[in-house]
C-alpha cells in the first residue's frame, strides 16, 4: 500500500467496539488476612471485580508461579500495592508488565480507575439470577447480597463485603443491598447468585478466548475457619471462571458449618440439576486444607454418589445434548486448575459501520452496556484497517491522541455515557514510517541508492522486477561504472592478464555511452524470453529502442532512439555519414537503459527495489524505504538498506547482491542494527541462494535479539 494523499476515501470499514471496566491486580504479603479482607472489599466496590486476581507476594519479592500465570490469564490493566512493601511492589509489578498503584489511589490515578460502582451497571429493577428457589426471610428476595466484616474469611471470599464509607455511600443512594451476618445465608447468596461479588459481573462478560473454554464440573470448595489459602485459591480460581462461553457453577464453604445447615443439600442438588451432559462427574468437592475423607462424608451426607470414574469431558452443542438430572456424582482429589488455563479478552461488543477517510474519521455507536449512573470505562476499537497498522505506542497515537494498543485494537479511556463518537485518522505509511525512525534515532534521511530507488517506484510499478528475466536482462544491459570498475580491477590484480591502463580505463571508466545491447547479447536469458523482456521494458519506459552506428572515422559507438532515426546515419561525434549496424535480415534493433535505471543497477539499488516487490507480493500492507541513513544518539550514522512496515510487522535489514557478502561479522552487525530500529522482523535477502550455514547463523542471531527472521534469496525472489 502506497502512501496516499491526506482526506482520500478508504471505504467501509466494520469497527468492532468493546466496553468493558479497567481492571486490577492486587499485591498484597504473604499470609496477609488483613491484606486479602481489604483487597475483596475494594474489588466488591468495582464493576468486574469478581475477575480482579489477588497476588500474594513473599518478603524477598518473590510471586509463585501460579499467581503469576493467574495474572497474565486475567488480563488486568494495573497492579495495585495493599500492603507490600512499596519498593519490592514495584519491582513485581515491573516483572509482571503492569503500572502500579498504591491502593489509597486506586479511583484517583492510573488506568485502575477506568471502571465504576456496580450498581451503576445494575438498576433497582434488575433481578438476579435465581438458580433456585430458595429465600432467606432475613433479607428482602432481590437484594444483592454481601457479608459483614466481621465473618470468617470464607465469607468475605465467598460473598464480597464492602467499607463502611462505600456501604454509606450505596445506601445514600438508597441501592437496594444487604449485609448478611449468617453463614448459611451467605451459602444460599451464592446458590441463588445474588452475593455483592456476582453483581460485579453484570454486563460483563468474555469476548475472546483461546483455547475456548470446555464444559467442566461445577466446583464446590471447602475451606477450614481460617483458611487463607485456601480462600486465595478460590478467589484467583473465580476470577478466571468463564461466564459467557460456558456455564461453571462455583460456590465456597465452610466445612465446619456445613452439618449445621438443614435442607441445604437440596439447593446443591438444583445447582447441579439441569446443566448440559457434557462432563462427568456432576461436581468437584476441592480443598487445600480439609481431608478427602471429610470431603467424602460431607458428599454422601447430601446424596451425591462417588464418581468411579476418571473425570472426562465433550464438546457438544444443540438441543440433541441430554440434561444432568439425579443422582449427581462428585470426585474429590481432583485439581480443577486446568478448566481455568485459558487466554481471555473482556468486554461486550457492539459494531459500528463506517465510512473512513484518510485524515478524519468519526466512529459512532452507542453504548452496548446500559448505564445508571457515573463512572468510567475501558474501550477497545479493533477493525481489519488498524490491524494492518504496526503496533507501537507512537503509531496509535497517530490514529488517536490519547490511545494506546491493547489486545486485538487500541484501547481508550473514558467517562460513561450513552453515545459515543470517536474521531480518528488512519495515517499513511510514509508518515508512519517516518514516526518510527524519528523514535528510533536522532535523525535520519535517504541514502543515496534510497533516493534511487524513491524516485523509481514513485514513477513507475517496480513489480516489473518480479518478471522472469527483468533482473538478469537489466542487469547485462547496465553500463560498467564504479562497481564494475572496482570488481574488474581486483579482477586482473588477481591474474596474469596484462593490463593496458590507458585502454582499460576508457573501456570501463572512462565510457560515456550507455550500454547497448540487441536481443542476442542477452547471454543470461533463454531465446525465447529476450525480446518479450525487452519489449516489456521498453513499455515500462525503463528502456528505449534503438540503432546502433559503429563510425569508421572516429571510432566511437553511438546509439539512435528509434525516433531521432534518419535515412542517411549521422555519426554523433565526427558528423560523418556512416550506415546503422545490420544483420542478413537488415539493421539490428538494440535497446539501452534510461540513465536511471542505468545508474540505479550499477549501484546496485535494484535488489532492493526487487525485495520490496516480493514483500509487496506477499502483503499488499507494506511500505519499506529502499535505503536509509539513520543516526542514534550514542553512535554515528549508519546505513540501512531496507526499513519499512510488512503486513502490521516493522522490518529492517540488508540486501546484497553476492551471497559471499554474508559472513557471521555482517550478520551480527545487520542484526543489531535491526535490533536498534525496533524493528520486529529482521530481513536477509540477496539474489543468490545462501547458504544454509549462514541461515541458521542469522535465525540464531535473531532469535537471540527477540526478533523474528525473514529470508529472501534466488529460491523465493527468482523462483523461474
Not at 94 to 120: A, E, K
Not at 235 to 253: F, G
Not at 454 to 480: K, R, W, Y
Request: with cysteine; hydrophobic share 40%; charged share 20%.
Amino acid at each position: 500500500m502506497d502512501p496516499v494523499s491526506a482526506g482520500e476515501y478508504l471505504g467501509q470499514e466494520e469497527f468492532q467496539i468493546s466496553v468493558g471496566p479497567a481492571r486490577v491486580s492486587y499485591l498484597i504479603r504473604t499470609n496477609s488476612e488483613t491484606g486479602f479482607r481489604r483487597a475483596v472489599q475494594e474489588a466488591s466496590s468495582r464493576w468486574g471485580g469478581f475477575s480482579e486476581p489477588i497476588v500474594p507476594v513473599r518478603a524477598n519479592g518473590r510471586v509463585d508461579a501460579f499467581w503469576s500465570q493467574v495474572v497474565e490469564l486475567a488480563n488486568v490493566d494495573e497492579a495495585v500495592n495493599v500492603d507490600v512493601d512499596p519498593e519490592v511492589a514495584k519491582t513485581v509489578a515491573l516483572r509482571l508488565g503492569l503500572p502500579l498503584q498504591p491502593i489509597s489511589l486506586i479511583d484517583r490515578n492510573g488506568r485502575g480507575r477506568f471502571t465504576c460502582y456496580p450498581g451503576v451497571t445494575s438498576s433497582e429493577m434488575t433481578t438476579p439470577n435465581l438458580a433456585m428457589n430458595v429465600t432467606s426471610s432475613a433479607i428482602p428476595q432481590f437484594a444483592w447480597t454481601y457479608a459483614e466484616n466481621s465473618l470468617d474469611l470464607w465469607a468475605i471470599t465467598a460473598a464480597g463485603a464492602l467499607t463502611p464509607e462505600a456501604l454509606k455511600a450505596a445506601r445514600d443512594l438508597h441501592d437496594p443491598i444487604g449485609v448478611l451476618s449468617f453463614p448459611i445465608e451467605i451459602a444460599l447468596a451464592q446458590l441463588r447468585a445474588t452475593t455483592g461479588m456476582d453483581r460485579t459481573a453484570v454486563q460483563f462478560r468474555e469476548r475472546w478466548a483461546s483455547p475456548p473454554p470446555f464444559p467442566s464440573s461445577a466446583i464446590i470448595w471447602f475451606c477450614n475457619k481460617r483458611s487463607l489459602q485456601d480462600c486465595l485459591m478460590y478467589w484467583n480460581l473465580r476470577s478466571l471462571r468463564p461466564l459467557a462461553m460456558q456455564h461453571l457453577p462455583m460456590i465456597l464453604l465452610p466445612a465446619y458449618e456445613v452439618d449445621h445447615w438443614l435442607n441445604f443439600a437440596s439447593g446443591v442438588h438444583a445447582m447441579l440439576s439441569g446443566r448440559a451432559d457434557q462432563y462427568s462427574p456432576d461436581v468437584f468437592l476441592c480443598s487445600l486444607g480439609v481431608a478427602h475423607d471429610r470431603l467424602r462424608s460431607i458428599g454422601d451426607s447430601w446424596g451425591l454418589i462417588a464418581s468411579s470414574k476418571p473425570p472426562s469431558t465433550q464438546m457438544g452443542f444443540g438441543a440433541a445434548l441430554s440434561l444432568r438430572s439425579a443422582p449427581f456424582t462428585y470426585l474429590v482429589d481432583i485439581d480443577p486448575r486446568l478448566a481455568f488455563l485459558w487466554h481471555r479478552r473482556y468486554g461486550t461488543i457492539v459494531s459500528a459501520p463506517t465510512q473512513v477517510f484518510r485524515d478524519k474519521t468519526s466512529v459512532t455507536f452507542e453504548s452496548p452496556v446500559h448505564f445508571f449512573g457515573s463512572g468510567g470505562f475501558k474501550l477497545n476499537m479493533s477493525s481489519e484497517i488498524l490491524r494492518r497498522l504496526p503496533r507501537r505506542e507512537s503509531v496509535a497515537r497517530l490514529v488517536v491522541p490519547n490511545g494506546h494498543w491493547h489486545d486485538d485494537g487500541i484501547e481508550l479511556f473514558s467517562s460513561v455515557t450513552t453515545r459515543y463518537r470517536l474521531d480518528i485518522r488512519i495515517p499513511p505509511f510514509l508518515e508512519i514510517v517516518s514516526t518510527l525512525l524519528a523514535e528510533a534515532g536522532t535523525s535520519w534521511s535517504l541514502s543515496d541508492k534510497g533516493r534511487m530507488g524513491e524516485g523509481i517506484s514513485s514513477s513507475s510499478d517496480v513489480a516489473t522486477l518480479l518478471h522472469p528475466g527483468v533482473l538478469e536482462a537489466v542487469q547485462d544491459m547496465t553500463t560498467p561504472r564504479s562497481t564494475h570498475l572496482v570488481k574488474e580491477i581486483e579482477r586482473r590484480e588477481h591474474t596474469d592478464e596484462e593490463l593496458d591502463r590507458a585502454k582499460f580505463v576508457a573501456e570501463y571508466g572512462g565510457r560515456l555511452e550507455r550500454r547497448s545491447l540487441a536481443a542476442g547479447d542477452l547471454r543470461s536469458l533463454k531465446k525465447s524470453l529476450r525480446v518479450d523482456v525487452l519489449e516489456l521494458l521498453v513499455d515500462v519506459h525503463w528502456a528505449e529502442r534503438g540503432f546502433r552506428i559503429a563510425c569508421s572515422r572516429c571510432g566511437l559507438t553511438s546509439f539512435v532512439e528509434l525516433e531521432r532515426i534518419s535515412s542517411a546515419a549521422t555519426c554523433l561525434g565526427c558528423r560523418s555519414n556512416q550506415s546503422y549496424q545490420r544483420s542478413a535480415e537488415g539493421p539490428v534493433v538494440y535497446y539501452r537503459l534510461n540513465s536511471l535505471i542505468d545508474r540505479a543497477s550499477d549501484q546496485g539499488v535494484l535488489p532492493h527495489l526487487l525485495v520490496a516487490a516480493v514483500l509487496n507480493e506477499q502483503s499488499s500492507d507494506t511500505y519499506v524505504l529502499p535505503g536509509i541513513d539513520v543516526t542514534f544518539a550514542d553512535a554515528g550514522p549508519s546505513e540501512v538498506d531496507l526499513f519499512g512496515v510488512h503486513d502490521g510487522l516493522v522490518v529492517a535489514g540488508e540486501v546484497k547482491t553476492s551471497a559471499a557478502e554474508f559472513t557471521d561479522a555482517q550478520v551480527r552487525r545487520d542484526v543489531e542494527l535491526s535490533k536498534r530500529l525496533n524493528a520486529d522482523r529482521h530481513l536477509m535477502a540477496c539474489v543468490e541462494t545462501l547458504p544454509e550455514a549462514i541461515v541458521t547463523y542469522a535465525e540464531q542471531a535473531a532469535a537471540r535479539s527477540g526478533l523474528g527472521l525473514i529470508m529472501l534469496d534466488r529460491k523465493k525472489m527468482r523462483p523461474s
